[in-house]
């Protein structure tokens, strides 16, 4: 079976770091891209940060020069470094997988089931 497991989320003050890791197990060959997603109360879910198996990355503007993905291919891991966090930065983070090659095929898209982040004094 084909999962992806989060870990890193916690309770952090305004202007610490926190660093996600998002580790995919199973029979996998490949996966195209990973990236990172949240969820804040209220809100609908929104693209944190993507790379690309090649190392291109996507960052939504608000995170930019603050939050640095970065992943591992040999072991399907990826990693969200977060930085000068702040209150709005409070959300479940998901972590999601495109294109992942397997035995017998190629599954379109995997969910974590997320991890969370509160920032706050």
């Known amino acids: 079976q084909v999962q992806l497991v989060e870990s890193g989320g916690g309770l952090v003050q305004p202007g610490g770091s926190l660093r996600l890791s998002c580790a995919a197990s199973?029979?996998?060959?490949?996966?195209?891209?990973m990236g990172w997603y949240r969820q804040a109360p209220g809100k609908q879910r929104e693209l944190v940060a993507r790379?690309?198996?090649?190392?291109?990355?996507t960052y939504t503007n608000s995170v930019k020069g603050r939050f640095t993905i970065s992943r591992d291919n040999a072991k399907n891991t990826v990693y969200l470094q977060m930085n000068s966090l702040a209150p709005e930065d409070t959300a479940v983070y998901y972590c999601?997988?495109?294109?992942?090659?397997?035995?017998?095929?190629?599954?379109?898209?995997?969910w974590g089931k997320g991890t969370l982040v509160t920032v706050s004094s």
């Open positions: 999601n997988a495109e294109n992942v090659r397997v035995v017998g095929g190629v599954l379109g898209e995997l």
């Open positions: 199973g029979s996998i060959f490949s996966i195209y891209a």
């Open positions: 790379i690309t198996s090649g190392g291109s990355t």
